[in-house]
Nanobody, 125 residues
């Protein structure tokens, strides 16, 4: 069992930056791939970014060059640095972890085993 708690969301203006954090407790964090998803009102939860147990990283196309995912296994924490925020980035952001091999790169919601409760990010124009 893994418990995940997101933080760092808030209300910002277009062009601003935010850094989301996701702190994990429970089983050893380093055994899991970690990812970020987001869900805007009336829309499906969508993939944003993921980092494997190793060093592989993948981003959804619309956030490439603006968002950076990173993990600190010593602190059991995964981060999402979000720069140049746009109103269309407004959503509840969720972190999640997935069991798998070191190269496992989960990009689909059903591939993840544990989820946080989410943190709201609102970007005003």
């Amino acid at each position: 069992q893994v418990q995940l708690v997101e933080s760092g969301g808030g209300l910002v203006q277009a062009g601003d930056s935010l850094r989301l954090s996701c702190a994990a407790s429970g089983r050893t964090f380093s055994y899991y791939a970690t990812g970020w998803f987001r869900q805007a009102p009336g829309k499906e939860r969508e993939f944003v970014a993921a980092v494997t147990r190793g060093v592989y990283i993948y981003y959804e196309e619309s956030v490439k060059g603006r968002f950076t995912i990173s993990r600190d296994n010593a602190k059991n924490t995964v981060y999402l640095q979000m720069n140049s925020l746009k109103p269309e980035d407004t959503a509840v952001y969720y972190c999640a972890v997935a069991r798998g091999s070191p190269r496992f790169m989960p990009r689909v919601r059903d591939e993840y085993d544990y989820w946080g409760q989410g943190t709201q990010v609102t970007v005003s124009s």
